[in-house]
């Protein structure tokens, strides 16, 4: 069995601050772990994943995120927010022994102030 | 237009009618699942097709919910008799997987049909 979970459902940066989103996971197998993100009405894009290898695994707009297994946690961060990263973001946990079927936390809500 | 389309976008109903929707995943993924999202939550899983194959359903997924994957193609989801609590997005994504326990591969996301029931 799998779950995520998220702490924070909402989150408010300045523009220019870090982002920090927290994720923890569980897993009974090794996990793919994932960050998504959601705009209004709009289906889910994939910004970041980890599978295999190197731990630190950056994606697409300035993301990044570690794997580090001693923790369970998968955090996404960004150094500089922008005004458009404002979204939900979601994190995910899939096994390479359940045919990619995922599984979600609640999402973070990041607000992002001028 | 090469992504995951779904039709249709939005659909208001009203209670014990039936609804269906479909989704047109990437042409040549081999994997279609079907998640549901209600507001303030993350998707949670209904059900997944290696080519025509229905491989597994989610318990979420009732006798009211049936989905189809003719041909290996695009695939329908089916609510009978609907309920107030049916109201949330239904999601579509496609990949391309090589065996039912292969390696992952990444989920596309198509844009979501948003049911109401009234």
């Known amino acids: 069995a799998q779950s995520v979970t998220q702490l924070g459902s909402h989150v408010s940066v300045s523009e220019g601050a870090l982002v920090l989103l927290r994720c923890n996971y569980s897993s009974s197998v090794p996990p793919y772990l994932f960050w998504y993100v959601q705009y209004p009405n709009q289906g889910l894009q994939l910004l970041l994943k980890y599978t295999t290898g190197a731990t630190l695994v950056k994606g697409i707009n300035g993301f990044e995120a570690e794997f580090k297994k001693s923790e369970t946690s998968f955090h996404l961060t960004k150094p500089s927010a922008h005004m458009s990263d404002a979204a939900e973001y979601f994190c995910?946990?899939?096994?390479?022994?359940?045919?990619?079927?995922?599984?979600f936390g609640d999402g973070t809500t990041l607000t992002v102030k001028p | 237009d090469t992504g995951v389309s779904q039709d249709p976008r939005h659909k208001i109903t009203k209670r014990g009618q039936n609804v269906t929707f479909r989704c047109d995943p990437i042409?040549?993924?081999?994997?279609l699942y079907w998640y549901r999202q209600t507001l303030g939550q993350g998707p949670e899983f209904l059900t997944y097709f290696q080519n025509e194959a229905q491989l597994e359903k989610s318990r979420l997924l009732s006798d009211r919910f049936s989905a189809e994957r003719p041909k290996g193609s695009f695939s329908t989801l089916e609510i009978q008799r609907t309920e107030q609590g049916d109201s949330a997005m239904y999601l579509c994504?496609?990949?391309?997987?090589?065996?039912?326990?292969?390696?992952?591969?990444?989920?596309?996301f198509g844009p979501g049909t948003r049911l109401t029931v009234l």
């Open positions: 995910a946990v899939s096994a390479n022994t359940n045919a990619g079927k995922s599984t």
């Open positions: 994504a496609s990949s391309l997987g090589q065996g039912r326990y292969s390696s992952y591969n990444e989920q596309f």
């Open positions: 042409s040549e993924h081999n994997r």
